[in-house]
């Protein structure tokens, strides 16, 4: 909304400003990202994808091998862990599912969108791969079919490895080319394919009530329902198989990809009329569904086929036929590919439904994989993939993704074994489900406003358990893989924190983060102060912060892991809520930029008096500000009184706070025209215009100048504290008042930091006698020992009385202030109190003046500060290198205690 707008609908009648219901579900509505194309409903878009899915290569190949394996007993026990999984996963997908609009991508879109974009990214990457080795898994195992029915036929185009891999390839291919077709076309051939299945599987069912009906195919194992069989089949007898020998845990690797295809309806969400609805409906009844297939599939055969048979007939009479113990029988459980060819009506149809499970399962995989990468190339996490995100056509088909997939899969394909490739799909999977399962827990634990599932039938708990049993069996199932699927996991993690830009998709962790923030600042007030956890707070009078670089930069060098820093901006006029957010966005990226931590604040409509009353304010304990900062105000001469004012009451309020301030002098260069007066000011305090300059060593001055070289002639130096590093300078401290430690923390501060540890450290102090010199020094070594704060250099100077260029300086500036306001007091007797310290200048003038920074402590003002104040600060500084100049608190921030 522009500002002009902004105006209009603030200045509408209020009767006008009553909302159409209408207007804002249009408003919502446009909001929602819908893909084009044709839209699916619940069950051709997760029913039967999931169906699908799910009946994947393992229903028909590998069900008579895990029950050949695990019995009928541990093989409905997998069937029932697996279905607890996926079924509170299920839950938790469509609890997530149905908080608000579901768009492309899938499960990464909802990981990605719950628990942030982090480790959506990462599991997204994971999920794709999982799928590309599913699409390979299941071609694998169509192909292994087909040439089986082949054989049957006596025909052996497919036998040899080569010609086997190559025939996959060209199926991936031809399947990939069929998914670039469009939705519309492939839900035609999926519902083909599910009636192959069912009718396949029911053929067994039916088979196996008949019975045998020849004396091949009881030679063969098959005894037709007996209880004897139920008994034999009934314990686990594993074997040693592909020179691994099995286990509970390596069976369940086997079996568990056959029920991870619950995804299916999510990973096409962007093609569903309505996701939040169909895809716990279709979900669910999938499960159901498929879940009391494969238990039929273990129990039925368990009943009436022999783990173990020679299927010579000739044995069969003497029952000769059943004892395989000394010799490899082909027939049975254990060995025969065909089990359930043999105990059907009508071996054919078993063909087909391996061939509508694997290429259905397939299909699926290749068409959810480019759409979730398309999605990943749009959101943009991983530069990479944005080559991904273009689509083509009416209906935007991610073509480059669906070739990345194909290639992908091929190349497995050639390389891969089936069962190896069962056991990665697992472990993927497994990771994947538990992450989702943290999604659900994570956000329902928090529960930020925005969350409103509209299904209610998840538990937070039963998600955690689900999590902690996911990643439990992945260890049992190959703790190594597991390893490495966790170790993939942070690098993508730590690669999607790697980008610049961030991507706000109002994750639980943003809530987690906000609402510890909260639950921590409540206890703020309850933690009680002690002096060695003092932290320094810091407000930053800084305006926009990239205007004031070098105050900005040394505060946060001071706060930096030490306390809480925040710039304020305030605005003397009023400005619009756009403006306001504009200004504050672009002092926020700058603050990022430049690697600052720091709080950032614009104030609008507001004088300076005001604010300072309401951000001293703020904060909470501990929290609350104690230091403020401010840049020293350069043109205080010639600006109006009431701005000057204004300047010098953040002072005073923070004196009425009990804060300390840091006035930050960096460059000490006046305007022209300040110079000139000033020169103007001493020739009228000195008739020849001349008086005798303080000789500085340092610079092996001979000659008398003029008054003004001493003070308008100033020593420039490269200063920043944004440099990386300083190889080498100096720091001095001038420990010359009360401030409660506060410059040695300072100075302690910087010299432990990168940008200052190089440095020469120095502290000075003064004593008014003589005779006091050696003890003094001799205290403050002891004192500073006890602080525990080192320094390279100390020493404690001999007060004196200022020179006359000093105190002249002095009375011009004071002479110069006061004319500028006719009604100001008299200052007579604060002057003398302040004449009385100004020797200091000449103090410092001679010891520091090659020196690189100077911290330097003022006297502490029990009266409101005014304009002496500002010209003994002038007086003092004037010409000197950078200067942090603390106005300290009583309130001591040092303790020698333990």
């Known amino acids: 909304m522009s500002e002009h707008e902004e105006i209009k609908n603030k200045s509408r009648p209020w009767v006008d400003q009553i909302q159409s219901f209408n207007d804002l579900y249009r408003e919502e509505e446009n909001k929602i990202e819908l893909s084009p194309g044709i ?20 229903l028909f190949l590998r069900m008579p091998w895990i029950l050949a394996q695990a019995g009928i007993f541990s093989s409905v026990i997998i069937i029932f862990i697996s279905l607890l999984i996926i079924l509170i996963t299920t839950f938790s997908l469509s609890a997530i599912s149905t908080n608000g609009k579901v768009k492309g991508g899938g499960l990464y879109f909802i990981i990605s969108r719950s628990i942030g974009p982090k480790l959506g990214a990462s599991i997204g990457i994971l999920l794709a791969l999982a799928n590309t080795i599913s699409a390979a898994m299941n071609t694998i195992g169509f192909c292994i079919s087909l040439r089986e029915l082949l054989q049957t036929r006596d025909i052996h185009i497919i036998d040899s490895n080569i010609r086997f891999k190559a025939f996959g390839v060209v199926s991936i291919i031809i399947m990939s080319i069929l998914c670039c077709i469009g939705m519309d076309r492939e839900a035609e051939v999926q519902n083909a394919l599910l009636v192959a299945i069912i009718v396949g ?121 059943s004892n395989c113990s000394f010799r490899n029988c082909t027939k049975g459980l254990y060995t025969d590919i065909n089990v359930f060819q043999s105990i059907s009506l009508w071996p054919i149809t078993i063909y087909f ?56 899969s091929s190349i497995i394909l050639i390389i891969g074994e089936l069962n190896d490739i069962a056991s990665l799909i697992s472990t993927i999977y497994l990771s994947a489900y538990a992450l989702l399962n943290l999604c659900t827990f994570h956000v329902e634990y928090f529960k930020p406003l925005g969350w409103r599932p509209t299904y209610k039938c998840y538990n937070k708990w039963l998600s955690l358990a689900a999590a902690i049993i996911c990643i439990l069996i992945m260890i049992f199932i190959d703790s190594k893989m597991s390893l490495i699927i966790g170790s993939a996991l942070c690098v993508l993690y730590i690669l999607a924190g790697r980008k610049e830009k961030v991507l706000n998709w109002g994750s639980s962790m943003q809530t987690q983060q906000i609402k510890t923030v909260i639950k921590n600042v409540y206890k703020a007030d309850s933690i009680q102060y002690h002096v060695k956890n003092y932290l320094p707070n810091l407000i930053v009078f800084s305006g926009n912060p990239e205007s004031r670089k070098k105050l900005v930069s040394l505060a946060h060098l001071i706060t930096k892991n030490n306390g809480v820093q925040m710039c304020v901006n305030i605005e003397k006029i009023s400005i619009t809520p756009r403006q306001k957010q504009v200004c504050l966005d672009k002092g926020i990226q700058w603050l990022r930029k430049s690697g600052i931590k720091s709080l950032y604040v614009v104030i609008d409509n507001i004088k300076l008096d005001l604010a300072t009353y309401l951000i001293y304010s703020c904060g909470h304990g501990q929290l609350r500000p104690n230091i403020a900062m401010v840049g020293y105000k350069s043109d205080w001469l010639n600006c109006p009184y009431q701005d ?75 200063f920043s504290f944004e440099k990386k590093k300083r190889n080498h300078g100096t720091v001095d401290v001038w420990w010359l008042f009360n401030d409660g430690g506060l410059s ?155």
């Open 744 to 898: 040695l923390i300072i100075a302690f501060i910087l010299k432990h930091s990168t940008t200052w540890k190089n440095c020469k450290f120095r502290i000075f102090g003064v004593a008014n006698k003589v005779e006091c010199l050696s003890e003094e020094k001799h205290k403050l070594k002891q004192l500073l020992s006890l602080y525990r704060i080192n320094f390279d250099y100390l020493d404690i100077i001999l007060a004196s009385t200022a020179g006359p260029t000093t105190m002249l300086y002095f009375s011009s500036l004071l002479n110069r202030a006061i004319s500028k306001e006719n009604q100001f007091e008299d200052f007579n007797l604060q002057k003398e109190y302040i004449a009385e310290t100004l020797f200091l200048r000449d103090l410092i003038e001679l010891h520091s003046f090659n020196s690189d920074l100077i911290i330097l402590t003022t006297p502490k003002n029990n009266g409101e500060i005014n304009l002496l104040f500002m010209c003994w600060i002038e007086t003092i500084s004037r010409g000197l290198p950078p200067c942090i100049i603390i106005n300290g608190s009583t309130q001591s921030v040092l303790t020698i205690n333990a």
């Open 353 to 408: 439904g391996c061939f509508g499970a694997t290429i259905s399962t397939a299909l699926t995989a290749l068409i959810s994989v480019p759409k979730l990468l398309q999605r990943m190339g749009q959101d943009d996490v991983y530069p990479l993939l944005k080559y991904l995100a273009k689509g083509y056509g009416k209906n935007k088909e991610p073509y480059r993704a669906h070739i990345i997939a194909m290639t992908v």
């Open 39 to 58: 839209k699916l409903g619940w069950v051709k878009g997760v029913l039967i994808p999931c169906l699908l899915s799910i009946w994947g290569v393992m």
């Open 644 to 718: 000057l004012q204004t300047y010098l009451n953040i002072f005073n309020v923070a004196n009425m706070n009990n804060m300390s301030t840091i006035m930050v002098r960096v460059s000490s260069t006046e305007s022209h025209d300040d110079q000139n007066l000033l020169i103007q000011d001493f020739k009228h305090l000195d008739k020849n215009g001349e008086i005798p300059c303080k000789t500085q060593s340092n610079q092996n001055i001979r000659n008398q100048q003029k008054v003004t070289d001493c003070f308008v002639n100033i020593k420039n130096k490269e």
């Open 201 to 321: 599987i029911f053929n067994v069912i039916i088979g196996s009530c008949i019975g045998p009906t020849s004396t091949l195919a009881k030679a063969s194992g098959f005894t037709g329902f007996s209880m004897k069989t139920f008994k034999e089949n009934w314990y686990s007898d594993y074997r040693i198989d592909n020179n691994v020998q099995q286990s509970f845990f390596t069976i369940f690797a086997v079996f568990f990809p056959s029920v991870t295809g619950i995804q299916a309806g999510a990973n096409i969400s962007g093609d569903l009329k309505d996701p939040s609805d169909s895809i716990p409906k279709g979900t669910l009844l999938s499960i159901l569904i498929t879940i009391i297939s494969y238990i039929a599939l273990i129990v039925v055969p368990g009943c009436v086929q022999l783990r173990e048979a020679s299927g010579n007939e000739n044995e069969f009479q003497d029952g000769y036929f």
